[in-house]
Nanobody, 127 residues
């Protein structure tokens, strides 16, 4: 089912930007959707964005829409999450995950379909 490795997290002030990367091996973006999820201390895991290259579709949660942009480099096999205008409430560990044949749409993503997960990268936004 492939392997995923996240990078790009760090500490940033509110209003700043970060770009997360999810490097995939052993799977093709033609077959797998890639989702970004985040887990903040004491809060439920939240799916924030998703991209399905095969369906040419993306998804953003209401909490990040207009600030985050997901994109794919199918040559390098990397999914990017560009995060702008970051807020303290964006502080979390961010994970990418892969789901075979999943259609990303609307403003929600079903994490139960995502079988392969990366190790996560910490994003901390200071006020």
């Amino acid at each position: 089912e492939g392997q995923l490795v996240e990078s790009g997290g760090g500490l940033v002030q509110a209003g700043g930007s970060l770009r997360l990367s999810c490097a995939a091996s052993g799977l093709s973006f033609d077959d797998y959707a890639i989702g970004w999820f985040r887990q903040a201390p004491g809060k439920a895991q939240e799916g924030v964005s998703c991209i399905s290259s095969s369906f040419d579709s993306t998804m953003y949660s209401d909490s990040v829409k207009g600030r985050f942009t997901i994109s794919s480099d199918n040559v390098k096999n990397i999914i990017y999450l560009q995060m702008n205008n970051l807020k303290p409430e964006d502080t979390a560990v961010y994970y990418c995950a892969a789901a075979w044949g999943y259609l990303c749409s609307g403003n929600r993503v079903s994490e139960s379909f995502f079988a392969s997960w990366g190790q996560g990268t910490q994003v901390t936004v200071s006020s």
